[in-house]
């Protein structure tokens, strides 16, 4: 009853609504003159996002104050992606009638490179089989092929760009074992 009475004898109209217990300022709140510089990079770069001005900039708050900072400002914006040309798509009437053949690279933290070669039916875009290889060589590509035939599927025709591992003489001569099997190399 004191803590109320106190403020009420010296304010009577407002004496008695609740109060803010908590700090004067913030503790969110991050310096103007960090916010400014968030803001004059932001403008300087403008298809970078939030994560990326932290970083490249070593700020020292995190990424999530920088977005919260931009949004603020309304400085978020999307970059329209460019046109793509429109190029001849290689899609098939019938389910295996072209299988499309590639293999991609990415690193995994240990182990270093690693390559994963599969094959996808045109038609449905179905992704026959995918192998994961330490290695980016005519044997792995022999080995993914022998894979994605044992499910019992035998497409008309491969289409495959021009890497070492599907040029070489093993893979043609392995591509070429299956009967039905004719098959085109494009450039890619």
């Not at 970083?55 to 603020?72: A, D, E, G």
């Not at 098939?92 to 590639?102: C, E, F, K, L």
């Amino acid at each position: 009853m004191r803590r109320w009475a106190q403020p009420h004898r010296e304010d009577p109209e407002t004496g008695l609504k609740p109060k803010k217990t908590g700090p004067k300022r913030s503790r969110r709140a991050i310096p103007a003159s960090l916010e400014q510089r968030i803001i004059r990079f932001k403008e300087k770069y403008p298809a970078w996002g939030a994560r990326r001005i932290k970083h490249q900039f070593n700020l020292p708050c995190s990424w999530r104050t920088v977005h919260r900072i931009l949004k603020k400002h309304g400085l978020l914006i999307r970059i329209k992606a460019k046109p793509q040309p429109a190029g001849k798509r290689f899609q098939r009437q019938h389910v295996d009638s072209t299988w499309q053949g590639d293999t991609f690279q990415f690193r995994i933290r240990g182990v270093g490179k690693v390559y994963v070669t599969g094959f996808t039916d045109d038609c449905s875009r179905y992704r026959v089989k995918s192998k994961v290889y330490l290695h980016k060589d005519a044997a792995s590509a022999v080995n993914a092929l022998q894979w994605a035939l044992r499910a019992g599927r035998i497409p008309c025709e491969i289409y495959l760009d021009n890497g070492k591992q599907f040029v070489s003489k093993a893979f043609k001569d392995a591509a070429s074992a299956v009967n039905a099997l004719q098959w085109a190399l494009r450039a890619g």
